[in-house]
């Protein structure tokens, strides 16, 4: 369980240091994600690991001061070869209106490393 919620946090935290700060190695966070990787973000869009790694690579320090605070985070099902897990995000950066998801994620263990293989996220209702 906590394998799964570090993998999470320690994503984010990377992707809050890219986005906000252009810091850190893209190439590192862009391998956390399977070449089978696809996310279907709130918009409804289906990005798959090249579309993801397109936007990484055009958006590194983009949203300056960005916040990432994940809550909730639920092992909803766990197996020998990987698991799912469900999560809230929400992201705020200055002048910009605050965003709040619910994430359901699926990993894969392949050659012994945890990876994302999908990742859906829905807008969290009022």
């Known amino acids: ?7 999470v946090i320690t994503t984010h935290v990377a992707i ?14 862009l391998s956390r994600f399977n070449t089978d990787f696809m996310m279907i973000p709130p918009t ?3 990005m798959d690991i090249a579309s993801v790694s397109d936007f990484f ?7 300056p001061g ?4 994940l809550d909730a985070l639920t092992l ?8 799912v897990v469900r999560y809230r995000e929400r992201q705020s950066w200055p002048g910009a209106t605050a965003t709040v998801r619910w994430a359901t994620a699926v990993f894969r263990l392949i050659e012994g490393k945890h990876q994302w ?10």
């Open 1 to 7: 369980m906590e394998l799964y919620f570090n993998e």
């Open 16 to 29: 809050e240091n890219w986005l906000g700060q252009g810091s850190g190695d893209v190439q590192a966070l």
């Open 44 to 46: 409804g869009r289906c």
């Open 57 to 63: 690579l055009a958006q590194g320090g983009s949203r």
């Open 66 to 69: 960005l916040t990432i605070v």
């Open 76 to 83: 909803v099902e766990t197996w020998p070869g990987g698991a």
């Open 117 to 126: 293989l999908s990742l859906h996220e829905t807008w969290q209702g009022e």
